[in-house]
């Protein structure tokens, strides 16, 4: 057994008791109630979900394992030379709880490298898909060839016990999690790249360094791309992402289906689409300016154009979050060391200055502040991803640490199958006495 596994066990043992002893003694306890506007709109705020991985606090932003942001990215190892830490790091801390040390790190690394071999089939797949394919429906697709791998699927044939599933769930966890970073490589060179060929993954490398390999980028891409992982790997478990995979997972289904569901979740305009919709948008602002640099009066038309059209501006607003997202943050502290002159960083920053007063002014969404989708394409398209269909693949990659790590504890600590009551609207009516 792996000295990660070997830990995650340990906390396993560790943790069970406490969830036995809720539901146990606690069951009854009621810690939160449904009011019918949640029941209608999208159950916003119902506290019904249980994860210890990550928490996000409206006004704070989101913490890992207790730790902020910025803390995550002080206290996770880095490779030598580099800025930004281990994904692997992140991997082992989402999982165990513990920041690794240098022994563990080592291990983790060796352990995840070894994993990234991807059965020939996979690669069919993908090449058979149309070059108009959305990068999104290939890379669940791809996901979902590889289910056939799944460990889990071959140990419950076999008939295992409930307290043993964690066990495979981690195998096929740790599996994809190495390998899907060469799988979104793959795609986009295969779509936007066709003429580079394929490069095989570099084992001296770790999962940021070789994906920025695999995909032709010299430095410091290698820590935009570990960057970019570990700022979207969680977000709690109630987003449409982490939301998908662990219901699609609450049924038994293996980690494989359950990930290429929490794709298809992440690639609505609503949710991780959203970073492609902001340059999609800004693209539009630029067209509609014939190549002049937007002044703010300029912005300020755009954006009440856009939301007298009744559509929303993207990248701005949060279900949860009510002030600057500090993913949003972390990409801006970034983006004014290395690339503080860049046009695109220039007229997000613009943004950012009228935004919020108009999204106020208009009175709707309950945050004006943006998220994380605001900037990440700023980054992107300076290194040299233009294809910005793209992007939700770099995000898919990154919220795929946080599901997996979740979807292991799922298994853990046995979490039942998910299945909230419906009402008609009848009864609503009649309950709150609106019947005529
Ligand atoms: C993220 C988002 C889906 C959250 O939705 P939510 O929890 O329903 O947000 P709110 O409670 O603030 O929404 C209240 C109203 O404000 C509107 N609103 C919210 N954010 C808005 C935005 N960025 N632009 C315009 N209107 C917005 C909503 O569409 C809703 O309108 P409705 O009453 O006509 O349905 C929403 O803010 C949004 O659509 N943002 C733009 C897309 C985006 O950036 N998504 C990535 C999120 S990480």
């Not at 991807?118 to 070059?131: G, H, K, M, Q, T």
């Not at 630029?286 to 009066?297: A, I």
């Not at 946080?402 to 609503?428: C, F, H, Q």
Request: hydrophobic letters at 35%.
């Amino acid at each position: 057994m792996s000295a990660l596994k070997e830990k995650l066990y340990e906390k396993i043992q560790e943790h069970r008791p406490r969830t036995t002893r809720l539901l146990k003694e606690f069951g009854d306890k009621v810690i939160g109630e449904v009011t019918v506007s949640q029941a209608i709109g999208g159950m916003r705020g119902v506290k019904s979900l249980v994860t210890d991985i990550s928490y996000l606090d409206p006004m704070e932003g989101i913490r890992y394992r207790g730790y902020t942001l910025p803390e995550v990215f002080e206290k996770l190892p880095k490779p030598a030379g580099a800025e930004m830490p281990y994904v692997e790091g992140l991997w082992y801390l989402l999982l165990t709880g513990d920041i690794p040390n240098e022994k563990e790190i080592e291990a983790t690394l060796v352990d995840m490298t070894n994993r990234r071999t991807i059965p020939r089939y996979v690669w069919d797949v993908i090449d058979a898909f149309p070059s108009e394919s959305h990068p999104m429906a290939i890379l669940s697709a791809a996901v979902m060839t590889l289910q056939r791998e799944s460990r889990f699927n071959i140990e419950y044939q076999r008939g295992i016990s409930k307290m043993d599933y964690w066990d495979s769930t981690y195998e096929d966890a740790t599996n994809l999690m190495s390998k899907m970073p060469l799988i979104g490589a793959y795609i986009y060179n295969k779509l936007y790249n066709p003429g580079a060929g394929h490069r095989y993954p570099d084992s001296s490398l770790d999962l940021g360094g070789n994906f920025a390999y695999m995909m032709g980028k010299d430095k410091p891409y290698d820590d935009v791309a570990r960057m970019y992982f570990i700022i979207h790997a969680d977000h709690e478990s109630g987003n449409v992402s982490a939301h998908t995979g662990h219901l699609v997972a609450s049924a038994l289904s293996d980690v494989y289906y359950a990930t290429s569901a929490m794709i298809n979740g992440l690639a609505g305009p609503l949710h991780g689409l959203a970073n492609q919709e902001v340059l999609r948008w800004l693209q539009g602002l630029n067209e509609q300016m014939g190549g002049k640099v937007p002044s703010t009066e300029d912005m300020k038309k755009y954006v009440w154009e856009t939301l007298n059209n009744g559509q929303v501006i993207p990248g701005y607003g949060h279900a949860v979050l009510r002030k600057t997202d500090p993913r949003y943050a972390i990409q801006r502290d970034f983006c004014l060391k290395y690339l503080p002159n860049d046009p695109l960083f220039g007229l997000v920053s613009k943004l950012y200055e009228v935004v919020p007063d108009i999204l106020r002014e208009h009175g709707k969404a309950k945050n004006p502040w943006p998220n994380v989708d605001a900037q990440s394409g700023v980054v992107q398209w300076f290194y040299g991803i233009e294809e910005y269909d793209f992007y939700t693949v770099l995000f898919s990659i990154g919220r795929a640490v946080g599901v997996l790590s979740n979807l292991v504890w799922d298994r853990a600590l046995g979490y039942s199958l998910e299945r909230p009551k419906s009402l008609t609207t009848a009864m609503i009516e009649d309950m709150v006495g609106a019947k005529k």
